[in-house]
């Protein structure tokens, strides 16, 4: 099996991880425990290994998500 030395960059309508926990301004790892918990929508695609959500879905997430004290 040949390794790629350059992966091909994931679509501009996919973020992964890392981009939608950037965008709620929390860590990576929260993100993905959020997922492992069914706390948060699974991956929508994936690309090779990484998992990706569409954005409207991680800021529509967002905007319905109970926040504590508000």
Same mark, same amino acid.
């Given at each position: 099996?040949? #390794?790629?030395t350059n &992966?091909?960059?994931?679509?501009?309508?996919?973020w992964t991880a890392a981009e939608c926990a950037a965008y709620l301004g929390i860590a990576?790892?929260?993100?993905?425990a959020y997922?492992? #918990?069914?706390?948060? &929508?699974a991956p929508e695609r994936m690309f090779g290994r990484s998992p990706a959500w569409r954005p409207q879905t991680v800021k529509s997430w967002a905007e319905?998500?109970?926040?504590h004290g508000k």
């Open positions: 099996m040949t #390794r790629m &992966p091909p960059a994931l679509p501009n309508d996919w990576r790892g929260t993100w993905a997922v492992a #918990r069914e706390q948060a &929508p319905s998500r109970p926040r």
